[in-house]
C-alpha cells in the first residue's frame, strides 16, 4: 500500500464513539428498472444525468476517502448495473491504493449480460437482492416482471466465477410470510447464502410502521418449521451485521440483519456517498456533506477528506428507530444507496 497524503487523519475515521469508519457504500445511480413497493414509488422522477457524480468524480473521492482509512467498497443505487459502463468504474476503483475489495449489490436483473465483464474488472463480490421466487409475488413486491431474469443472471454470475454470492431478501409482515419457504428452498438447492433483511422505515411511499416488520426471530421460525432447528454460528467478522445460522443438515447458512429488532450500531463502520455527490454516516441521516459542490468548485483532496471527517464525527451513536422524536431520513432508500 502507497503511503498516507499529508492530509490523512492519522487514526483513521473514528467517530466520538470510538467506532472505525473502513466501508464506503457508494450510489451510481438512483434509477432503478425495478419499483419494488418497500423502496420506491410506483411513479417517479429520477435525478438529472448532469447531478450524478461522474466515474472520475467517484474515483476521486475514493482516493481521498482510501487516504482517511476506507478499505471497502460497495457499489450500489438505485440499480447500479443500470450506470453504463459500470465495469469501467468498478476498473478504475480497484487500482486506487489503500482499497482491498470491490463490491456491489445488485438486483440481478442486468447480471446476465455483466457478470463477465464485472468479473474481469475485478469486482470481488456480488449481494443479489431477491425476495420471492414464485412469479406472482416476485411481481407483486417488485411491481415489474423479471424473476427469470433474475435467476439467470444468478447462474451467469456464478459461471463468470463469483463464488459466496449473497441472496438479500427483505421481510415484510403480511406479504413475506408465504415467500420464505419457498426462497429457503432455492437457495439451499443452489448453495446460495440467503440473508433476510427487516423492513426498515425507508421506503418512498412511508407505509412502513413497527407491525410491518416481521422480525429475524419471526422468520427464523418460519424457518424451523419447514427445516427443524437452526444452529447458530459465532460471527467471524465483527462489521458484519448479519447473524448466520447453520441450516440442521449441515448445508450452508442463513443469515439476519435485524436492524429493527437487534441494532448493530455500536458495531457500524460504514459511511455513504449518495449518487449525487453528498456524504451521509448513516441510512438514518437527516444531514449530508455536499462533496459534489467541492468537487465541482474546484475544492482541494483536503476540502473533500475534512467534509468526510465532519461526517464521521457527526454520527449519532444509534438510528434511533423506535426511539421518541425519531425522524425519518427526507429520502428513501433508492435515493440513498442501500
Ligand atoms: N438495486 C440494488 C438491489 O436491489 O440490491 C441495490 C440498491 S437496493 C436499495 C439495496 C438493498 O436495499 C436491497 O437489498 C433492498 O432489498 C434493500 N432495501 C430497500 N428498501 C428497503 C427497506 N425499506 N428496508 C430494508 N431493506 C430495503
Given amino acids: 500500500m ?26 451510481v445511480t438512483d434509477r432503478c428498472n425495478l419499483r419494488c413497493t418497500y423502496c420506491m414509488p410506483a411513479e417517479t422522477i429520477f435525478r438529472p444525468r448532469e447531478e450524478l457524480l461522474s466515474f472520475e468524480e467517484i474515483a476521486r473521492v475514493v482516493a481521498v476517502a482510501a487516504g482517511e482509512g476506507i478499505r471497502t467498497v460497495r457499489l450500489t443505487g ?53 425476495d420471492a421466487v414464485r412469479p406472482e409475488a416476485f411481481e407483486r413486491l417488485a411491481r415489474r416482471p423479471g424473476l427469470e431474469q433474475v435467476l439467470a443472471g444468478l447462474m451467469a454470475a456464478r459461471r463468470a466465477g463469483f463464488e459466496a454470492i449473497r ?40 407505509a412502513w410502521d413497527d407491525a410491518r416488520v416481521l422480525t429475524g426471530a419471526a422468520v427464523r421460525a418460519i424457518l424451523e418449521r419447514a427445516f427443524g432447528r437452526l444452529e447458530p454460528v459465532p460471527r467471524a467478522d465483527p462489521g458484519q451485521p448479519a447473524v448466520d445460522w447453520r441450516w ?38 437527516t444531514t449530508e456533506w455536499d462533496v459534489r459542490r467541492l468537487l465541482r468548485e474546484g475544492g ?24 421518541a422524536g425519531f425522524e425519518r431520513p427526507a429520502r428513501a432508500m433508492y435515493q440513498i444507496g442501500g
Fill in 78 to 130: 438505485g440499480e447500479p448495473l443500470v450506470r453504463r459502463d459500470l465495469d469501467e468504474l468498478v476498473r478504475r476503483l480497484v487500482k486506487v491504493p489503500g482499497i482491498e475489495e470491490v463490491a456491489a449489490t445488485t438486483n440481478g436483473l442486468l447480471l446476465a449480460e455483466q457478470a463477465e465483464r464485472l468479473a474481469a474488472a475485478g469486482l470481488a463480490r456480488l449481494n443479489v437482492s431477491l
Fill in 167 to 206: 441472496i438479500n431478501a427483505v421481510s415484510i409482515r403480511g406479504l413475506s410470510e408465504r415467500e420464505i419457504v419457498p426462497l429457503a428452498e432455492y437457495c439451499r438447492r443452489e448453495g446460495l447464502h440467503l440473508r433476510f433483511i427487516e423492513f426498515m422505515p425507508l421506503d418512498a411511499e412511508a
Fill in 248 to 285: 440442521p443438515d449441515g448445508t450452508g447458512l442463513v443469515g439476519f440483519i435485524d436492524p429493527v429488532s437487534h441494532p448493530f450500531c455500536e458495531r457500524c463502520d460504514r459511511l455513504r456517498l449518495t449518487a449525487d455527490g453528498q456524504f451521509r454516516n448513516c441510512l438514518f441521516s
Fill in 2 to 27: 502507497t503511503s498516507l497524503p499529508p492530509h490523512a487523519a492519522p487514526g483513521g475515521l473514528v467517530d466520538r464513539f470510538g467506532r472505525r469508519h473502513t466501508d464506503l457504500r457508494i450510489s
Fill in 300 to 323: 482541494t483532496d483536503e476540502a473533500i477528506a475534512a467534509a468526510l471527517r465532519e461526517c464521521v464525527a457527526a454520527k449519532r451513536a444509534a438510528h434511533g428507530i423506535g426511539a
